[in-house]
C-alpha cells in the first residue's frame, strides 16, 4: 500500500510538472558571421544548415533536470561538441523546480553531411523520451 501511495504522489508531481512548461521563444535563429557563431533553437529542429570547417555553432534547448530528464546529444564524425553546459533560469533564492537552458557548441571538423541529435530522456528510462532534436550540418 505504501509504495501505491508513494506511486500516485510522484505520478501527481510529474503531471504538475509537465503543466508547468511555457512555450518555446519566438525562433530568433542568428545568422552566423566570424565572431558570432549560428544559434539554433527548439524549432530549428528537422533544418539542414551550412557550416565552415573549423567553424561552429550554438544549439540551445529548454532543460529541466529537476524534472529527471535531459538532453542527450550525439553528432556525427564529421562534428566535435566543443562544450555543453546548463544554466538555470532565473529565479528567486531557495527555489526548486526551475528549468534553464542546455547549451551545446559544436565546431565542424570534416566536410560533408553530418548530424547533430539529442533525446530528451530520463536515464533510468531511455526508452520513453520526452522529446527530440536533430539538425543536418553540411559541412564544406
Not at 47 to 62: A, C, E, W
Not at 74 to 90: F, M, Q, W
Request: a negative charge.
Amino acid at each position: 500500500m505504501r509504495f501505491l501511495v508513494l506511486g500516485a504522489a510522484l505520478l501527481a508531481a510529474l503531471l504538475v510538472a509537465a503543466g508547468c512548461t511555457t512555450p518555446p521563444p519566438a525562433n530568433p535563429t542568428v545568422t552566423p558571421t566570424a565572431a558570432q557563431p549560428a544559434v539554433y533553437l527548439v524549432n530549428d529542429s528537422g533544418r539542414t544548415v551550412p557550416l565552415g570547417v573549423g567553424q561552429g555553432l550554438t544549439i540551445r534547448l529548454p532543460e529541466n533536470p529537476t524534472t529527471g530528464y535531459a538532453w542527450n546529444a550525439s553528432v556525427t564524425d564529421g562534428l566535435l561538441i566543443v562544450d555543453s553546459a546548463y544554466t538555470p533560469d532565473p529565479h528567486p533564492t531557495n527555489m526548486v523546480g526551475v528549468g534553464g537552458t542546455r547549451t551545446w557548441t559544436v565546431r565542424g571538423v570534416r566536410a560533408g553531411t553530418q548530424q547533430f541529435d539529442a533525446v530528451y530522456v530520463r536515464p533510468f528510462d531511455p526508452e520513453l523520451p520526452a522529446g527530440e532534436f536533430n539538425l543536418t550540418v553540411q559541412v564544406g
